[in-house]
């Protein structure tokens, strides 16, 4: 029989109890929950922590961040480390402890910008230098990454001098500083201007400090303008004005200079506090007047190029810095001054001849009328504009003493106001005529020494006072009207159109009432004064006289205009009336082609 082995006792009421963990008393229990907790690192949702990858696929990676599980990290968020491993450490953003399975849920992408726009405030606050990635261009500057943020960098910001080509920075680092963020829009605007400022400060400083009058700079052209140009000198601006770069003269800097180019400046003034610099570049060449030629002197022609016309005359720049005032009184031998415009405009190739020359003040006049014979010397003007020949022109000038006709270029005379008509009272030549008619004209006086011409326009006609002397008789009367009065007299619009005059007092009716301004009545005439060509007459002796008992052979004879009265008062005979019929219509003829 074999020997049967004994077992120990077994509490299978203990053995009944399968729940887990169910063995242990709730000391024991308590202490290995402690122990287990202490294993685990403290997680909160929406915070950025450092995971160990311990686990890589093809779709995700899995991180241990310390937690009672891993968290699972799409493996496209890793793109940026294509050498990762496994027991690296990243930095990643705790969405959830725990989804609806249970999973830890984690975002590498989220931790790296919460930690971009962390760094990017740091930057900000300490005044750090940072280097970003120039992306692309964009309008009015640049956009670069910095922490795989978009920064702005404004085109302004990119340097101290104007960039004008902004594609030379794509692809490439740039060292920046933050200047400004708005987190509502998430823009953050970045300089490297504010880099260079800093360095070129003390630059700056050393070349003012040692700025000299008279002394020669390399600098470099960095913006162009109407008025000049503004050059680097290596941190400090200076202005070259367009009057300084040449001798001759420009129009704009374009046409002698370009941006970006290097040019040898002299300094001509600075002023400290404000720091402003005035340059010069001609002033490093000798002045052309000192290359003048020895043997140009007055009397010379020369020739060049019209490079200003001003109200006064024009500027003739005979060779680059050297130029020549053409006055418009020497531009045409006429005495009537004109604008300069009339006779060049910029651009002109013309030649003159030197009038003046100052050697040491650099000037010089010239003209350009001297290049024909003086129209007053030619041999054949006296003959051509004798005494009495008969010439037409144009009316140039009015006085108030008469007008100036131009016959010619450069021949001018004068019509005094008194010699425009034998019978109109002309207080001023615009009432008869206007600058720029044409005038008929006899010639009355010839001074080629004074160079003065007396011409006259009345003079073409036969004085018809000869014949009025016999037509307008003390006594006779005649139909006029009245044109216009003042405090003393009337004055009278007499048949053939020439003027008489009458006292006010001699205005009165029979009836008692007075002649007006319009009214045609009856006038005697009481004074005829051929030299003075002055007629008084008086309406009132028309009637006055009526009722004198006079023998018919005192009776004056009285002549009277044509009518459309009933009353002719006695006609005097003039000798055959068909002469002076003919005469009033020449004067009227000659009359309506002066007015």
């Known amino acids: 029989m074999s020997k049967t082995q004994t077992l120990p006792d077994f509490d299978w009421d203990k053995a009944d109890n399968r729940g887990f963990g169910s063995g242990y008393s709730d000391e024991e229990r308590n202490r290995l929950s402690e122990l287990y907790d202490n294993t685990l690192a403290q997680v909160n949702e929406k915070e950025v922590v450092i995971g160990t990858v311990v686990g890589i696929t093809d779709r995700e990676v899995i991180l241990n961040i310390g937690f009672k599980s891993d968290g699972l990290v799409p493996a496209s968020e890793f793109r940026d480390l294509p050498d990762m491993k496994i027991g690296d450490e990243v930095e990643v953003y705790v969405e959830n402890q725990e989804d609806p399975n249970g999973q830890l849920v984690l975002s590498r992408k989220k931790a790296k910008v919460i930690t971009a726009w962390q760094k990017i405030q740091r930057a900000l606050d300490e005044d750090l230098v940072i280097e970003g990635f120039v992306k692309r261009r964009t309008k009015g500057g640049l956009i670069v990454d910095i922490y795989s943020i978009e920064a702005f960098l404004p085109g302004s910001q990119i340097d101290v001098k104007p960039i004008r080509d902004f594609d030379v920075f794509v692809g490439k680092k740039m060292e920046v500083k933050v200047v400004k963020i708005n987190y509502a829009n998430d823009n953050v605007v970045v300089s490297h201007k504010v880099l260079i400022e800093k360095d070129l400060e003390a630059q700056r400083q050393q070349i003012l400090n040692n700025l000299q009058k008279g002394q020669v700079l390399e600098g470099v052209i960095k913006n162009m303008t109407n008025f000049g140009v503004f050059i680097d000198l290596g941190g400090v601006d200076g202005l070259l004005h367009i009057t300084d770069i040449s001798w001759g003269r420009i129009s704009h800097p374009s046409e002698l200079l370009h941006l970006d180019q290097k040019v040898n400046v002299v300094v001509l003034d600075f002023d400290e506090d404000k720091k402003r610099i005035s340059l010069g570049m001609k002033q490093l060449q000798a002045h052309p007047w000192d290359s003048l030629q020895e043997g140009m002197q007055i009397g010379s022609k020369v020739k060049g190029r019209i490079v200003n016309v001003a109200d006064y005359g024009a500027?003739?720049?005979?060779?680059?810095?050297?130029?020549?005032?053409?006055?418009?009184?020497?531009?045409?031998?006429?005495?009537?001054?004109?604008?300069?415009?009339?006779?060049?405009?910029?651009?002109?190739?013309?030649?003159?001849?030197?009038?003046?020359?100052?050697?040491?003040d650099r000037k010089m006049s010239l003209g350009i009328k001297q290049l024909t014979a003086d129209p007053w010397s030619r041999p054949e003007l006296v003959e051509k504009y004798a005494i009495g020949t008969k010439h037409k022109g144009i009316v140039r000038n009015l006085t108030n003493f008469g007008l100036f006709l131009e016959l010619e270029e450069g021949i001018d005379g004068l019509v005094h106001v008194s010699d425009l008509s034998w019978t109109k009272k002309i207080k001023h030549p615009s009432d008869f005529i206007k600058v720029g008619e044409e005038l008929e004209v006899i010639v009355l006086e010839l001074d080629v020494d004074n160079r003065r011409l007396a011409l006259g326009h009345k003079q073409l006609e036969e004085n018809p006072w000869d014949t009025f002397e016999s037509v307008f008789t003390p006594g006779s009367v005649h139909r006029c009207t009245i044109l216009s009065k003042n405090d003393k007299v009337a004055t009278l619009e007499l048949p053939y159109g020439i003027e008489g005059f009458s006292a006010l007092k001699n205005l009165q009716k029979e009836d008692g009432s007075w002649a007006d301004v319009g009214e045609t009545v009856d006038f005697k005439v009481i004074e005829f004064s051929k030299d003075e060509k002055r007629i008084m007459l008086s309406h009132s002796k028309t009637w006055q006289e009526k009722g004198d008992d006079r023998k018919p052979e005192k009776r004056q004879a009285v002549a009277k205009a044509p009518t459309t009265s009933s009353k002719e008062p006695e006609r005097a005979t003039l000798g055959d009336l068909d002469a002076l019929a003919a005469l009033k219509e020449q004067m009227e003829g000659r009359s309506s082609k002066g007015e």
Not at 337 to 351: H, T
């Open 315 to 360: 500027f003739l720049e005979i060779m680059p810095g050297v130029e020549g005032l053409i006055h418009v009184s020497e531009m045409s031998w006429s005495q009537h001054l004109r604008n300069p415009q009339d006779f060049l405009k910029v651009g002109d190739e013309v030649e003159a001849v030197v009038l003046t020359l100052d050697r040491n």
